[in-house]
């Protein structure tokens, strides 16, 4: 694979300012609401927006694929893909909770080369592509140097499935429990973009879930390894975008996350 994918990067960068642009100067407003599962909503906005960025990218790269939350995957049958979350934190932004973005990676034969997530409320943006770094707002950033899960700052999400599956340890609330012990904090904001981004520019040392989409991960995940961080689903494997699972860690942290996602909480343990 050849490219620097700079190009690429100004586009994504660009295009997901002009819909959080467009996200913020609704917010507040009422919304079109519907529901796709028991507590998982797209809004009118949600469409406005994946619109937008479908037509901006469709421009300038006429031949690419895309796989966009609202629309699916198109039947481009290109190896360069446009991964979109039009809107991650839709609940959040339906409720007026001040925690949402935009999120839009490039994949390339496979390998995920770009991302770029907006805070448009915070006009934030959190950039990467292989081989070029990770930014925040165009500065060079890294991950951090915590070393123990005492002094760590991390951050999950939820699901459907917290609401539709009984088992904790499959609807993350066994492994939220032993988190919220063993770490310094755990925090759970409701855009599971922003929250992956966020380690890759030191502003959070791990990150960790179960039932994660593709456009929900993608470009966190080029923030994280350009950042200099570390990638891997639940069991330390390579991650996978259809497989769902997510850690990612500065990379000092990551076994030991490992370790507590692989523990089940029996009757005498005293984690």
């Known amino acids: 694979m050849t490219g620097t994918f700079e190009r690429e990067l100004d586009l994504a960068t660009r295009v997901a300012r002009e819909a959080g642009i467009l996200l913020k100067s609704n917010f507040g407003k009422a919304q079109d609401v519907q529901y796709k599962g028991r507590i998982d909503l797209v809004t009118e906005m949600d469409h406005r927006s994946e619109e937008l960025i479908l037509g901006r990218l469709g421009a300038a790269f006429p031949g690419d694929g895309f796989l966009a939350e609202e629309r699916g995957r198109d039947s481009s049958t290109s190896d360069r893909v446009w991964i979109i979350d039009p809107l991650d934190g839709t609940v959040n932004y339906a409720h007026e ?3 949402f973005c935009v999120s839009i990676a490039l994949q390339v034969a496979g390998e995920l080369v770009v991302g770029a997530v907006y805070n448009p409320l915070l006009d ?5 592509r292989r081989g070029g770094g990770a930014t925040l707002n165009g500065r060079q950033r890294r991950v951090t140097e915590v070393d123990t899960l005492e002094r760590a700052l991390l951050a999950s999400c939820f699901g459907d499935e917290v609401a539709t599956e009984s088992d904790p340890e499959r609807n993350n609330l066994g492994p939220f429990s032993r988190f919220i012990r063993r770490a310094q904090a755990v925090r759970r904001a409701g855009s599971a973009a922003l929250a992956i981004a966020k380690v890759g520019v030191g502003r959070t040392d791990g990150f ?15 923030v994280v390894a350009e950042g200099g961080g570390r990638i891997t689903n639940l069991s330390g494997g390579v991650p996978d975008l259809i497989g769902r699972q997510l850690v990612a860690t500065n990379g000092r942290i990551h076994d030991a996350m490992l370790e ?3 523990l089940k909480r029996a009757p005498s343990s005293t984690l």
Request: proline share 8%; hydrophobic share 55%; aromatic share 16%.
């Open 124 to 128: 934030e943006m959190y950039g990467a």
């Open 97 to 99: 909770y001040p925690v």
């Open 208 to 222: 960790w879930e179960h039932e994660l989409n593709p456009w929900d991960m993608a470009a966190g995940i080029v």
């Open 260 to 262: 507590v996602l692989a």
